[in-house]
């Protein structure tokens, strides 16, 4: 299955206007060096119930099961992104993005698959780069003073019983 979403990222730094690009990218790109998701205080909290999260798991699903015949389209995250930094202030899709986070956190630190779990990790706290230079950091930081105080290390969260 390739899971895609397009990112609309409006930049620039002029005042007379804005350039503004769309682009479609996988969902390993989203989660990647390449962006660095920050939720504006403006913006409202996570908000998703039940519902809508199982909804999101439901498509997920039906497109693993009809395999790499056609992309999954994970929706659009509008961004505001100055070209050539990873910063990008999310202004749509931060519903989405945070419960694929969340759902990523939770397959890492239920998994028993050490490969696994280290690039399940990669993919919800950037490791940092000595070269580029990058420090560890959550990919997605939050509203509010909790969430600027950064990325808690991995649990380990007990497996759920299968039934």
């Not at 790109?29 to 998703?48: E, T």
């Not at 997920?60 to 995250?77: V, W």
Request: net charge positive.
């Amino acid at each position: 299955m390739t899971t895609r979403s397009t990112v609309w990222a409006i930049s620039g730094h002029r005042v007379s206007g804005l350039d503004m690009e769309a682009q479609e990218v996988s969902l390993h790109k989203v989660f990647s060096s390449d962006y660095d998701f920050r939720i504006p205080d403006y913006q409202r909290p996570y908000a998703w119930e039940t519902e809508q999260a199982t909804q999101l798991l439901i498509d997920l699903e039906e497109a693993l099961e009809r395999g790499n015949d056609e992309p999954y389209f994970l929706g659009s995250i509008v961004l505001v992104k100055a070209n050539r930094n990873a910063h990008a202030d999310v202004i749509d899709g931060q519903q989405r993005l945070t419960t694929l986070t969340i759902l990523l956190a939770l397959l890492r630190d239920l998994t028993e698959d050490p490969e696994l779990r280290s690039d399940l990790n990669k993919l919800v706290i950037e490791p940092g780069n000595k070269v580029r230079p990058l420090g560890p950091r959550p990919r997605r930081t939050g509203r509010g003073p909790r969430a600027r105080g950064g990325a808690r290390p991995p649990s380990r969260a007990r497996a759920l019983p299968r039934s």
